[in-house]
């Protein structure tokens, strides 16, 4: 039971982020989003994600006791820390996110994780307990069936509790999330890095198998979500992965949502030792597959898709892709521009994440290559990946403010 003081708190809050919804800065960004994702936009949009370094952003300001209630009020301060904050292009939604508890368990195995943490309790670092030593020996264990679905009881209750605590404040609104797929992830968990590189070799056709399986039992999973109508239209505030959002100028849609209707994510972080053959070969008929079943595809996180764009730019329905530190950012704007494909930048995190002081000139020549580079194209800046920024939210703001006074000084 979350006690009255608590619950006051997270009023105040939600009153607080309708507030910031509502103002004229948050709503003159919503359209340049909507403009920005229709490929029409004037101007690079810009956002740090500070989910990775939120013990600084967004813990120091919790207040709450219960744990049920300092869930919700990271929520509700995660919904407006960027634009109060930081003063980036994430913007607030005048509603509360709920969205289904769905659950997807590859093969039925739920991979068990190794975490070692600071005294303060964030993360250090973590290790996956595989349970494939050898495919060819451990192959029964693909064969097993996977395991998914939307639990809607759950679902009923928190919204319940939400409308309860501040639904007469802030309505509470359940939303469908870019629906998320990365493959070649499963794998590694499953059987570590070396391992899956060796079973491409040593067991070709098994290797094929399993992925095709993992792509029929994703598409599975989906059409299970589609079956019982949880998925919504995600083209608004919606996160659509990396940092992005869902923005679209259309109609919003009568009758059942459909897999097609919807925002799609994948990415293969961990296929950058193969060579493009290989992934051709190995790897790309069952990203291909899945992506057939997305209205529009954001690709990418932090491989150098130049390596595989000549198959990567034939996915179906491709509006955005990530062109993370390692990548060709030349090779890339190239190919982008007046392609109708958003050039997803992110930053070198080490300028944001490294050192107590940002050095101002050291990040103005980096983000100025990409502001030239990038001419042409339209541009997504979203700085990811940022473990601490030393207790220094003033260093954050000073960050965004640079890259907008690059883009001033050398957007055409």
Known sequence: MINNKDRERLRYLAAHQLEIANSPKNLERVE?????????????????????FAHEAINPKLQCTDADARAIEYKLIHSFVGLEDVDDDRVVPPYFQQTYDIYFTLFGHHIKQTVVRKEDGTEMGHHFEHIIDDLGDDFDKIMQPSVFGVNKESTLQKNEMYNDIFGDILPVKLVSNGLYSTPTQHVVHMMGMEN?????????????????????????????????NVLLQ???????????????DEEPKQGQIKTTDLWGFMDSQETVGISPQMFREFIFPCYHKIASVFGRLNYGCCEPVNTFWDDIKTLPNLKKVS??????????????????????????????????????????????????????????ICQRDVYTVNNDMDKVRRFVEIIRETIDNYWE
């Open 32 to 52: 340049l989003w909507k403009r920005h994702n229709m490929y029409k936009g004037e101007r690079p949009m810009i956002h740090v994600e500070v989910d990775s």
């Open 323 to 380: 062109i993370s530190p390692w990548c060709d950012e030349d090779y890339m704007a190239e190919q982008l521009r007046g392609s109708g494909i958003i050039y997803h930048r992110k930053p070198n995190p080490t300028f944001l994440g490294v050192g107590a002081k940002l050095d101002e000139d050291a990040f103005r020549k980096h983000i100025e290559k990409t502001i030239k580079t990038a001419r042409g194209c339209k541009l997504e």
């Open 196 to 228: 899956m590189l060796y079973s491409m070799y040593d067991y070709p056709d098994e290797f094929k198998q399993m992925m095709d399986r993992i792509a029929e039992d994703y598409i599975a999973y989906f059409k299970c979500l589609e079956n019982e």
């Open 234 to 248: 995600n083209n608004s505030f919606e996160w659509i992965c990396q940092g992005s959002m869902g923005f679209y």
